[in-house]
């Protein structure tokens, strides 16, 4: 049995072919878009792991092969429930996954202010809530655990604040950009400084 083709019909199809590719292109958008909250969902699970194999080992262990970081503190902050795994190294790509530890600023639990710098729509979104006081709890992987005390967030110009890598009281410092919640790029910033709390403080 022989099939007629209609006069026209290649054209007609011809002519719907650039919808049929905006809908193929849309699909793989919002596949795309589906597979970011799965992967830092997945990426969160990996950095535990990683943070938890390093308490076990005192040394720091990637949470993948190919990161540039890896988990080498954790942040608690027990009035918001807030719980943020650290990365070492500073880099944009470790900020992609949670704070990241400054190099050059002080070390943890010692003399002198450590810097954590993260994003402000993502790990360091709850900045803007943290109050004069509230309790801070920085875990390392040596299985010590430093309370710091949090004292009033300022904002200043990127340029124009400094730490004390000598300070003799150990504190840290959380930085973000201003402000908080905003996409758009500016030089303002937001830091929230914390003395470590000493025994028997209240």
């Known amino acids: 049995m022989r ?7 290649g054209r007609w199809a011809l002519a719907r072919l650039p919808f049929y590719l ?3 292109c849309g699909l793989w ?20 792991r990683a943070f ?7 040394r720091p262990v990637k949470a993948w092969p190919w990161a540039d970081a890896a988990p080498i503190a ?5 009035r918001l429930g807030v719980d943020e795994i650290v990365l070492s190294g500073g880099s944009g790509e470790a900020m992609a996954f949670g704070p990241s530890l400054i190099p050059g600023s002080g070390r943890l639990g010692t003399r002198g202010t450590a810097v954590f710098a993260a994003h402000r729509d993502t ?18 992987l040596d299985g010590r655990t430093t309370s710091y005390r949090a004292g009033t967030g300022r904002i200043v110009r990127y340029d124009g604040f400094g ?11 959380m ?10 790029r500016g030089p303002l910033r937001y830091i929230v400084r914390a003395d470590r709390e000493e025994p028997g403080s209240v």
């Open 3 to 9: 099939m007629r083709v209609l006069p026209g019909g």
């Open 29 to 48: 958008m919002i596949g795309q878009g589906a597979t970011i909250p799965a992967k830092a969902w997945l990426a969160q699970i990996l950095l535990e």
């Open 163 to 173: 730490v004390d890598r000598h300070a003799r009281r150990p504190s840290i410092a």
């Open 52 to 58: 938890e194999q390093g308490l076990a080992s005192h």
């Open 74 to 78: 954790r942040i608690r902050v027990p």
């Open 123 to 140: 790990h360091f979104a709850f900045l803007g809530d943290v109050r004069p006081g509230d309790l801070i709890l920085v875990e390392e």
């Open 22 to 24: 905006l809908a193929v």
């Open 175 to 184: 930085v973000t950009c201003w402000p908080i919640g905003s996409s758009e």
